[in-house]
């Protein structure tokens, strides 16, 4: 089934750990995004991506990178996990819908930094 | 730098009435307006989305209404049922051939039966 995964769902480290949360689709879509979310709040671009090799900071990508080295991956990793990163991190792809570019989102990693 | 103000924070309807949620945005340059819904615990999921070549679009019980001069638009929900009951967050496009989006804070809408 055509969607976008996110993995894993929930994770608890300490702080200082390195540790990448995975995110893929499935509908061949070239753009995609990685947005930060407090539960209910608004969501901050951390970074995108327009396809395979490309990278474009966003708002929140001070400390985080991401790679895209196939077009259905676009994994994001913190280098070292602080207690302010607790928050939901939500993965997006687009495509062009009738209107403009419709944004399809992952189900989410909640993360918790101790 | 570029923003989107989303107004009310919180609205509080009873069923069968109306809700209308405002944005307006700064960067002239926007020319898509997607409004997503939130769920509680659950991710966002587009409802209705507008062009800035189109005033207005309607898809049963949603519409959205878009003023380029004023850079404003509004989420109407008629007939209000409490499944509608949601965080709304809007969205614009943010100058041209950039595909980056600015979010509004959203609004937490509550359905009363």
């Known amino acids: 089934e055509a969607d976008i995964y996110q993995t894993p769902r929930y994770l608890v480290i300490g702080t200082g750990k390195k540790i990448t949360l995975e995110c893929s689709q499935t509908?061949?879509?070239?753009?995609m995004y990685w947005y930060q979310q407090d539960p209910g709040m608004e969501l901050h671009l951390i970074h995108y991506?327009?396809?395979?090799?490309?990278?474009e900071k966003g708002d929140l990508s001070s400390e985080s990178t991401v790679s895209r080295i196939r077009t259905e991956h676009f994994p994001l990793t913190l280098e070292s996990a602080r207690p302010s990163h607790t928050s939901q991190y939500l993965c997006?792809?687009?495509?062009?819908?009738?209107?403009?570019?419709?944004?399809?989102f992952g189900p989410g990693t909640r993360l918790t930094v101790l | 730098g570029e923003n989107v103000e989303q107004h009310p924070s919180t609205l509080s309807v009873q069923e069968g009435d109306s809700a209308v949620i405002k944005c307006t945005y700064s960067?002239?340059?926007?020319?898509?307006f997607p409004w997503y819904k939130q769920e509680l615990g659950k991710r966002p999921q587009l409802i209705i989305d507008?062009?800035?070549?189109?005033g207005e679009k309607k898809d049963q019980r949603i519409a959205v209404t878009l003023n380029k001069t004023a850079k404003h638009f509004s989420l109407h929900i008629t007939e209000t049922q409490p499944e509608d009951s949601a965080v709304y967050f809007c969205?614009?496009?943010?100058?041209?051939?950039?595909?980056?989006?600015?979010f509004g804070t959203g609004t937490r809408l509550k359905v009363l039966a």
């Open positions: 997006a792809s687009s495509d062009r819908g009738l209107a403009g570019d419709t944004q399809y």
């Open positions: 509908m061949g879509h070239d753009k």
């Open positions: 991506s327009y396809g395979v090799n490309s990278t």
């Open positions: 960067d002239s340059a926007s020319n898509y």
């Open positions: 507008i062009r800035s070549n189109v």
């Open positions: 969205a614009a496009s943010m100058g041209s051939g950039t595909y980056k989006y600015i």
